[in-house]
C-alpha cells in the first residue's frame, strides 16, 4: 500500500500530527549528523548566532496561531463534525492558549525562570 494512500485516508488533525513527528525526527536526524562533522562548541556559537532570528520565527508562529485561532477551529470542527456548542468552546480557549504559549515562552524558552531560581540559590 502507498503512504499517500494510507495518509490521504487519515483525519485532517492526525495528519497534522504525523507530519509534525516526521519533522521532529528530520531534524534530531540532522542534529544528530551536525554533531559528528562539527565541533560542538562551533555549534553552540552558532546556535547562539541564530537566536534573534529564531526568536524572531516564534513570535511570528505564535502571532499567526493566535490571529488565525478562530479560522483553525472552524477548519477542525468541519473535518471533525463538531457542534456549535464544541465550535464556540474551542474558539474561546483562544486567550487561554495564547497565554499558555506567552507563558512557555517567556518562562522556558527566554530563560526567565531559569534564571530567577539560579538567582535565588546562588544568592
Avoid at 27 to 38: D, H, N, P, R, S
Avoid at 51 to 66: D, E, Q
Avoid at 86 to 95: P, Q
Wanted: aromatic share 16%.
Amino acid at each position: 500500500m502507498k503512504i499517500s494512500l494510507y495518509f490521504s485516508r487519515l483525519p485532517p488533525l492526525w495528519f497534522a500530527m504525523a507530519v509534525l513527528a516526521m519533522l521532529f525526527i528530520l531534524v534530531g536526524i540532522g542534529m544528530a549528523t551536525w554533531q559528528l562533522f562539527e565541533d560542538p562548541v562551533m555549534i553552540h556559537d552558532r546556535l547562539y548566532a541564530t537566536k534573534p532570528y529564531l526568536l524572531g520565527w516564534r513570535m511570528l508562529l505564535l502571532t499567526l496561531l493566535i490571529a488565525f485561532w478562530p479560522n483553525l477551529m472552524a477548519w477542525f470542527g468541519r473535518c471533525n463534525g463538531w457542534d456549535t456548542a464544541k465550535l464556540d468552546l474551542a474558539i474561546g480557549w483562544r486567550s487561554r492558549a495564547a497565554l499558555w504559549l506567552m507563558v512557555i515562552e517567556v518562562g522556558l524558552i527566554q530563560g526567565v525562570i531559569g534564571g530567577f531560581l539560579r538567582n535565588i540559590f546562588q544568592g
